[in-house]
């Protein structure tokens, strides 16, 4: 039996920040999916998750484990596959040092993607977006905050991880404002802004504390805004466009839904997709490719170019008795009754 924790902690701590590269938010996420894991892991062999055996989480269990994230966690598929991902990796790196887990290995690695529906993008309209711009009040500190956060959320398309990672140093005020965003896959983008989005920008950082951490948007204690900070702000202002705009009511508005609608609104506006792309730092043009299926303008250009088909009248002419007979006798009557 081979203890689990010596490989876990070099994983985390050595391999995927220094040989991989990867960023704070991958090994967060990795990192919450081994403790969403081992706690399942150790109910189930009743024992310590620190005395947990990599030959303790074997394809059985793996499996048992993401049925579990669905079925008592409301985990969606979407969900379900990153969590799985993050396995596959942690195996990656053990089979190349534990020759004798190669098998059990190849057993998870055979453990498949679920396939699931991709449902439209939800995103806000003019109006929804306007009212919700128009919740903070301005005249309070924490309502400017609030108010420059949407705007460049919206304005930008930024991730939630994005947006509260910002620094003061990644907005230029300059005679064009732009915002220097390092993204996922250390991607970086500069976008210029709004002259309304650059305002109010400028109207928070006049206020800001200068005192507590280096990123441009602090919660009330001058600590760095969190993504679940960010996600509570979001709705205590949708909840009160709402009432302006009772659409929104009927809709999930998250951090997401922002980038979402400028996404929307720039195809809309420009009718490129290979734009939104670039202005989203997406990967792959492909990735972008969602927004034409949620936006109405392009189905109805092809209806337009199409046309409706044309019909002719025709005549109704009497069967032939003879081509009658030989059809009912293909389709199994017996004429020798």
């Known amino acids: 039996m081979t203890p689990l924790a010596p490989h876990l902690s070099d994983f985390l701590r050595a391999h995927l920040p220094r040989e991989r590269g990867a960023s704070q938010n991958t090994i967060a996420s990795y990192a919450h999916c081994y403790r969403l894991l081992l706690t399942f892991a150790a109910e189930r062999r009743k024992t310590r998750p620190s005395r947990i055996e990599i030959e303790d989480l074997d394809a059985n269990l793996i ?166 900070g960010f996600e509570y702000i979001l709705r205590k202002h949708a909840a009160v466009a709402a009432k302006v705009e009772p659409s929104i009511g009927g809709k999930r508005v998250t951090p997401h839904v922002l980038r979402h609608s400028c996404a929307m609104h720039t195809l809309q506006a420009t009718g490129d997709v290979r734009k939104v792309s670039l202005w989203l730092g997406h990967a792959s043009v492909q990735t972008t490719e969602m927004y034409l299926r949620a936006d109405p303008t392009e189905k109805l250009e092809a209806l337009t170019a199409m046309g409706p088909p044309t019909l002719q009248r025709g005549r109704f002419t009497v069967p032939d008795k003879l081509m009658a007979m030989l059809t009912e006798a293909s389709n199994g009557r017996n004429y020798a009754e």
């Not at 679920?114 to 009212?131: F, H, I, N, W």
């Not at 460049?152 to 064009?176: C, I, K, P, T, Y």
């Not at 507590?212 to 009330?220: E, I, R, S, V, W």
């Open 63 to 228: 499996c048992a484990f993401l049925d579990h994230l669905e079925a008592e966690r409301s985990n969606t598929p979407r969900s379900r596959n990153a969590r799985l991902a993050a396995i596959h990796s942690l195996f990656r790196y053990i089979e190349y040092r534990v020759p004798a887990c190669l098998e059990q290995a190849r057993r998870i690695h055979a453990i498949p993607m679920k396939r699931s529906a991709q449902p439209l993008v939800g995103y806000l309209t003019r109006a929804e977006m306007q009212s919700l711009l128009a919740a903070p009040d301005p005249r309070t500190v924490a309502g400017l905050r609030d108010l420059a956060m949407l705007h460049l959320a919206f304005a930008a398309g930024l991730r939630v991880s994005e947006l509260v990672g910002l620094g003061l140093e990644q907005f230029d005020d300059a005679a064009m404002p732009s915002l220097h965003v390092i993204g996922k896959g250390r991607r970086e983008r500069i976008l210029p802004l709004w002259q309304e989005t650059a305002r109010t920008l400028r109207r928070w950082i006049a206020v800001r504390s200068a005192q507590g951490d280096p990123q441009l948007f602090l919660n009330a204690a001058g600590r760095k805004m969190t993504r679940s």
